[in-house]
């Protein structure tokens, strides 16, 4: 009863605090840009709190320390709720996403206000390479999620290395993010994830429902590539770095 109590109220939150998205994305395309990617950050960070996730970060001081430019991040893609997670550690990430995003109701806004590059179905790596490109070209930090699809957090696929090249071409960082999800035991949890054809319906009621759930995002060393890597070689440590921290039970002390 507690359980599904806890779910509700987090549930009507929710709702509360996505009509005041919808107050934000009206007047989003009035705002200086810089201004609008860190009111986008705000709102999707303050979305963790609203479902009841508490938030642990390692080396964010890692994205500050970047040199100027755009850059690369390679995070492992466990369920929708890496998204806000994500989103909400600096302001200026653009997403490579889906195009249906684009009409989903308050997210879908938002998105496309804060710069996300949309990818039409059916043209896969490509599209996604030639967004990656745009947004490195623009001095964007570009989120994208190299293995294609989600795990349950408990390994990492293969990273596409195609997404890597506009990257190694403009020899901008990498940054690989590794994302694990903690019960309120200090346990990994699948509760957030997203796979196979499960509709979002019960994951998100598991996400709302849960007592205690924890994100831990450890942002690695980045990788800078030069002229003599290629992107196969780099994809390889990326997933190499970031694979080895899921592996990790514990979260390690700060660097």
Known sequence: MRRFLRGLTRGVRLLVYFVAGLWLTRRFARLDEAVRFEQAR????????????????????????????????????????????LGGLCGGAVFVAKSEIRRWPVIGRLARLSGTEFIERGRGSEAATEAVARGLEHGRQMLVFAEGTTTDGHMVRRFHARLLGPAVQMERPVVPIALRYYDSQGKRTTAPA??????????????????????????????????????????????????????????????
């Open 194 to 255: 997203f796979i196979g054809k499960e509709s979002l319906w019960p994951s998100l009621w598991r996400v709302l429902s849960s007592k205690g759930l924890e994100a831990r995002i450890d942002v690695l060393e980045p990788i800078y590539p030069t002229s003599d890597d290629n992107r196969s070689e780099i994809a390889r440590r990326a997933h190499h770095a970031v694979a080895a921290r899921i592996a990790t039970q514990d979260y390690p002390d700060p660097d």
């Open 42 to 85: 705000a709102w999707l960070e303050g979305a963790s709190r609203v479902l009841g996730v508490r938030v642990r970060v390692q080396g964010l001081d890692r994205l500050s320390d970047l040199p100027p430019g755009g850059s690369l991040w390679l995070p492992n893609h466990v369920s929708w709720l890496d998204i806000p997670l």
